[in-house]
């Protein structure tokens, strides 16, 4: 299990060596509590700046990991894991160095011990348990078999999805935890005799878990786990039960129809073999009847999930049939964005059906002349270039640099001009439309801006270190307002050729960093006084160095951590 999952080297290589250097300090200081190790867990407080809770887990080839600090939060294997990982690596090592396994033990020693003891053993063990004592009451309860069995089958499931209140994320774990073993339970049911019993319960247990989410923060994704099993179960229910196909067809549809499929996987087109043609045609029988009740939609309709239920599951039947002309009639039933347009453009271009493309997506711009969705009118460009119409290709590709002059739409505007050899020209249309833009935005006054302010130039920043055209990159970011990080790129290019220039930058955005006077922002201020020391690293230079150092202790004196930041650059020169 964890044996091949933890080893000091895989824990450096997940965390990282700074990390793993500070999970071993809080090893060794003793801020990991006791380990508990329960099948394909382990889980210990550690002791920081607060207490956190951490869990690691055997995901098969994988060391999956939670922590609630707020790096573990982000996705990093934190120093809390580091040190919970050192800890169970230290308690199972023995005199060998080989680690044994735990439950191997375990097991050894249960299998010479009278049953009369463990009994014994167990009966304590779930007065000290209240989880332990619930799963074993349900089996106990479930044995008697027939309806008794189901009646608390049903009662576990409500008790194991009942919530009050809220669950945040760090609660929903044991919640997820308790279901499964509900799961677990059901999932004895898997057979044939018993698959009756496990379709009902399985479906009221979708039901229940779906309500449930509503109702916490499944962000690990935890309990959608549990009910993507609950969905297996089911399927795997009715291969053993048989049922009758139009009967199916029936239950299929209801449950794919309700809310609770919303947060699912119940999909009749996996069910399709133990449906048969008679179950299909019943399934589609209703599925029609209700598309029958559904309307056209455009932009000005409301939306409902009923709409969105019915609609998937005619999508399903059409994608199944692979009937094209059936799709493209469900897709155009809601044409209520430019979005959706494009959908059906793409379903024709897909089965080489270029005109209709090209049809669907012109309709579509026309039907959202104004700021429409970007992407329709890349597929419209796309297809205008394949058939030759070249400028409309570039007079739309203007459209949407004119309405937002950003990087990406001029990349676009270069990506056409080029194709069609007229860069030069439009490139500088393109530079005197931001000119404008610029200008006009900074004039610009509203009620939230009362008088004119400085010009931004970080766009045309941006545009000159894509081009790779340091002398513009230079005079815009001495034009006006810039974008701090590429203002940061710019230095980083200019290094090699124009260090002095790149210095300058540097000088000039360390500052306005401490100034944000807080840890992470002085983080970034240091690693750019490390490429003021690349630049100053040569003997003749080094005096310069040190009195920039020193300048920076002088004005920055009452920040005490960016000062003992700085300390560390001056006792580990590079």
Known sequence: MFNKLITPNILKNLAGAAVFARGGMYYENGQVGPLRETGRKISARVEGSEIYHVELRDDGDYLAHDCSCPNAVDGFFCKHCVAVGLAWLAEHEDGSGQRPDPWRTIRDYLEVQSPDLLIAWLMDAAEQDDRLYRTLLLKAESVAGGAHAAKVYRAAIERATQIRGFLD?????????????????????????????????????????????????????????????????????????????????????????????????????????????????????????????????????????????????????????????????????????????????????ANGRDDKALEWAERGLHAFPIATDNRLRDFLVAAYLKSQRNEEALQLTWVQF????????????????????????????????????????????????????????????????????????????????????????????????????????????????????????????????????????????????????????SRFKPKRNFIKLLDEVSRRPL
């Open 402 to 553: 004119e309405e937002r002059p950003i990087l990406d739409h001029y990349k676009k505007l270069h990506a056409v001009a080029d194709r069609l050899g007229v860069w030069p020209e439009q490139r500088q249309r393109a530079l005197a439309k931001l000119a404008d833009a610029i200008a006009g935005g900074a004039a610009a006054v509203s009620y939230w801006k009362t008088q004119p302010g400085t010009p931004d130039y970080s766009v045309r920043l941006h545009i000159a270190l894509w081009e790779n055209n340091l002398d513009d990159a230079w005079a815009a970011a001495h034009a006006g307002v810039r974008d701090r990080n590429l203002l940061i790129e710019l230095a980083g290019r200019l290094e090699t050729e124009r260090p002095d220039d790149a210095l300058a930058l540097y000088r000039q955005i360390i500052p306005t960093l401490v100034e944000q006077t807080n840890n992470a922002a002085y983080a970034e201020a240091i690693k750019l006084v490390r490429r003021t020391e690349s630049i100053l690293n040569g003997p003749e230079r080094k005096r310069e160095f040190m009195d920039y150092l020193a300048e920076l202790r």
């Open 169 to 349: 994320w760090g609660e929903t774990g044991a919640f997820a935890e308790e279901l499964d073993q509900v799961v677990d339970a059901i999932a004895a049911l898997s057979t044939p005799e018993d698959a009756p019993l496990l379709m009902e319960l399985a479906e009221y247990a979708i039901v229940r878990v779906a309500k449930a989410l509503e109702n916490l923060d499944d962000s690990n994704g935890e309990v959608g786990g549990v009910l993507n099993r609950l969905s297996d179960l089911h399927l795997e229910a009715c291969r053993l039960a048989k049922p009758d196909p139009q009967a199916l067809a029936e239950r299929l549809f209801r449950m794919e129809m309700s809310p609770a499929n919303d947060y699912g996987d119940i999909n009749a087109i996996a069910y399709r073999d133990l449906l048969g043609e008679a179950g299909l045609r019943r399934y589609r029988e209703l599925a029609e009847a209700e598309w029958a009740k559904i309307g056209f939609r455009d932009g000005d309709s409301p939306y409902d999930f009923q709409r969105y239920r019915i609609t998937r599951i005619m999508e399903f039947l059409a994608e199944a049939s692979g009937n094209v002309e059936e799709l493209v009639a469900i897709k155009a039933r809601d044409l209520s964005t430019a979005y959706r347009y494009l959908t059906i453009a793409g379903i024709w271009a």
